[in-house]
């Protein structure tokens, strides 16, 4: 985790340095979008899930041609194979989800500068790190000021740690004490996620003033299997209530522990509800911390091919309305609220005070949150 650590700090300062705004001058253009999945597939019912909808919908409404490519296997080699392979077809814009299409970044947007890159969760330090082999995360070191993102590529980042406080906040007014999370990978956004879940479940502690304690590990990958399900187990069977289960297919293994002890799991990037509760047990599902990935990228399709416009910057995405909730790149669902004691009311009350600053929420993964003496956190080693 420790690469990642100054990642945030620099997306921050890369949207005063990186920005570079063109007229795509395109209009004649015919334009095919593709979308290369990351380390999951299309039927993740998570990140890689959201995106490809994004793109599907947004393709058919538009009578765009689209398609979708999966690399061989999770490396570098076959993500660039993958997106050489969109490119010969044809495919002039390349959605890709995730932050390790880093390194596929480099090795082809200024090959070809007549394609369009669209990448989310794809963060400056990101790039730095693929772009200069010997580059750490530091921010003292100088080489992020002579680096230029390439004109043909937008990237989004999210402030998840607003999903991520949203969640915590209201699982603790919901009335549960005893909690988990459970991340895939400790990359910076699933770092940022569950970093704000410890700070909004105190910060709910201390206005309840209840004692709680959370249970904090990575599983070191995007999906579940026994191993991580086994540590799962022994959570829910200690007493723990929920786990806010971070990172893509992960949650499989949450939820089949939880099933066991009639317990319940918080869903991650998309609202999970209907996939959890279908597969597990209705009501499972207390909520979701969502982000708009599905928005993301149909805002960028519309701006690119509709409006012919192409803005390439490192974009950070987050609350932009207190009022219009649906608006939000960071949000909890409203469709179908099913928590009693914590209210949509309430939760607009809150969007509304982290959105004037009443709240502030810090951003720094270079350490731990600070916590109240409401709260215990146990960060456990990670599972692998």
Known sequence: MKKFIFVFMLVFVSLFALVACKENGDDDKTF?????????????????????????????????????????????????????????????????????????????????????????????????????????????????????????????VYQEEIAG??????????????????????????????????????????????????????????????????????????????????????????????????AKVIGVDVDQRPTIDGLYGEGMTVTSAMKGLYATVQTSLTNLITDGKFVSKIDTLGLVSKDNLSLNYVQLPTEGWAMKNFTVEQYKDLVAKIFDKEIVISADISAHPTVSDKTEVDYQADIK
């Open 165 to 262: 406080y949203l969640a915590g906040y209201a699982a603790v007014q919901e009335g549960y004490t005893k909690l988990g999370f459970l991340g895939g990978m400790s990359v910076p956004a699933v770092v940022r996620y569950g970093y704000g879940f410890v700070q909004g479940a105190d910060k709910a502690a201390q206005e309840k003033d209840v004692e709680i304690s959370i249970n904090y590990v990575y599983g070191g990958q995007f999906f579940g299997d026994s191993d991580i399900t086994a540590v799962m187990d022994t959570w829910y069977n200690g007493g723990t209530e929920v786990v806010f289960a971070c990172g893509g297919g992960i949650f499989s293994s949450a939820a089949e522990a939880a099933k066991k002890k009639n």
């Open 32 to 156: 095919k979008v593709a979308m290369v999945t990351d380390y999951g597939d299309i039927t993740d019912q998570s990140f890689n899930q959201a995106t490809y909808e994004g793109c599907k919908d947004w393709c058919q409404k538009n009578n765009v041609d689209f398609k979708y490519y999966k690399p061989a296997t999770n490396s570098d080699d076959d993500r660039i194979a993958s997106t050489k392979e969109a490119i010969a077809a044809g495919y002039n814009v390349i959605v890709m989800p995730g932050y390790a299409f880093a390194p596929t970044i480099e090795a082809v947007a200024t090959k070809y500068a007549d394609v369009y890159f669209i990448a989310l969760d794809v963060a400056l330090g990101d790039l730095l790190a693929a772009h200069f082999p010997d580059y750490n995360y530091d921010p003292s070191d100088s080489k992020w000021a002579s680096y230029s993102l390439p004109a043909n590529v937008y990237c989004a």
